[in-house]
T-cell receptor, first 111, second 114 residues
Framework: DAGITQSPRYKITETGRQVTLMCHQT?????MFWYRQDLGHGLRLIYY???????DKGEVPDGYVVSRSKTENFPLTLESATRSQTSVYFC??????????FGSGTRLTVV | AQKVTQAQTEISVVEKEDVTLDCVYE???????LFWYKQPPSGELVFLIR??????QNEISGRYSWNFQKSTSSFNFTITASQVVDSAVYFC???????????FGTGTRLQVTL
């Protein structure tokens, strides 16, 4: 199906574990983004990518790693999960200036 | 740097009331785009409108209308005759210049009751 898909939808992990959130888009949009949503903060940008093999930090990148070897995929890895990374994570894609299409989100709980 | 402020954290209205959600933005760029997104209780983010900085015409779509005023750096959203299904968190957002990073406000939670 066309669109942007995030997996998993829900994830519970333990402190210190590595976890990867997946994001796949079928539009061949140049830009992809990862946001986290926390109460009182709205959505904050973690990392973004302008094209394959080009990534850059957003507002809150610490503790996260991204890669983009293919245009359609943009995984987000928490190298050593902490409780402060409990959040809802949204992936998005866009063409420049045209606004975003968001995935359905991944609710991550770190215990 | 750009910033979006949604000063209203929560608003409660009774069905059929009109309600306005405020959005104030800051940017030094002359070219920018403003957005509104809706996040219903199911959690997905739904695009509502995109407006560029050169188009100050107000927009109306059914019960929804948007008032863009560059003089006050505001992009307010009004729901006329609100309905329970309008209950959601609404986000205002901004993209500036050649950048593609969307900057969000902190959102306004709208509760519409019978």
């Amino acid at each position: 199906d066309a669109g942007i898909t995030q997996s998993p939808r829900y994830k519970i992990t333990e402190t210190g574990r590595q976890v990867t959130l997946m994001c796949h888009q079928t539009w061949s949009h140049s830009y992809m983004f990862w946001y986290r949503q926390d109460l009182g903060h709205g959505l904050r940008l973690i990392y973004y990518s302008a094209a394959a093999d080009i990534t850059d930090k957003g507002e809150v990148p610490d503790g996260y790693v991204v890669s983009r070897s293919k245009t359609e995929n943009f995984p987000l890895t928490l190298e050593s999960a902490t409780r402060s990374q409990t959040s809802v994570y949204f992936c998005a894609s866009s063409e420049q200036g045209w606004g975003y299409t968001f995935g359905s989100g991944t609710r991550l709980t770190v215990v | 740097a750009q910033k979006v402020t949604q000063a209203q954290t929560e608003i409660s209205v009774v069905e059929k009331e009109d309600v306005t959600l405020d959005c104030v933005y800051e940017t030094r760029d002359t070219t920018y785009y403003l957005f509104w997104y809706k996040q219903p209780p199911s959690g997905e983010l739904v695009f509502l409108i995109r407006r560029n900085s050169f188009d100050e015409q107000n927009e109306i779509s059914g019960r929804y209308s948007w008032n863009f005023q560059k003089s006050t750096s505001s992009f307010n959203f009004t729901i006329t005759a609100s309905q329970v299904v309008d209950s959601a968190v609404y986000f205002c957002a901004l993209i500036t210049g050649t950048a593609s990073k969307l900057t969000f406000g902190t959102g306004t939670r709208l509760q519409v009751t019978l």
